[in-house]
């Protein structure tokens, strides 16, 4: 089995981001195949879907603007 640690430091590191700043869909992606490296596939999912969220929020802002 290869060690992962490199993703459990990614995913702190990505966590981190999402804390201070939980509009960054960037970080719930990247976090989200992280996790699916991890085999954290609920975790992955919901991450995805969080950033699609947000891209739908961002690209509906920009159409009403």
């Known amino acids: 089995r290869r ?3 490199h993703l459990q ?3 702190y590191l990505y966590s981190k981001v999402i804390s201070q700043d939980p509009e ?3 970080a719930f992606a990247e976090r989200g195949l992280v996790l699916a490296h ?3 596939w609920s975790g992955a999912i919901n991450d995805f879907n969080k950033a699609l969220s ?12």
């Open 3 to 5: 060690d992962k640690s």
């Open 9 to 11: 430091v990614a995913n």
């Open 24 to 26: 960054n869909r960037i």
């Open 38 to 40: 991890l085999d954290d």
């Open 54 to 65: 947000l891209k739908m929020r961002v690209t509906l802002k920009r159409e009403v603007l």
